[in-house]
């Protein structure tokens, strides 16, 4: 779940209806804010992780990764044919 908010005076106040319970502990990751009121990033490259992966060597590139992920899906283990 995602909820936008707005810190002032040392509390977050949502800015949106939330659906918790009153007193449910909650984790919250700040994640950056880009331009103003209601402005989305211009671009994937605007997001804070892009290119978080650009150093992993083990992946491959983006295609090599998701068709690995989806054959996994299929044969999960090739040995227990």
Known sequence: MSIRAIYENGIFKPLEDVPLKEGTEVEIYVAPHHGGEGKKPRSIR???FFGMWKDRDDIGSGVEY??????YRRDPDPTQK
């Open 66 to 71: 998701v068709n690995r992920i989806r054959k």
């Open 46 to 48: 605007d997001l804070g």
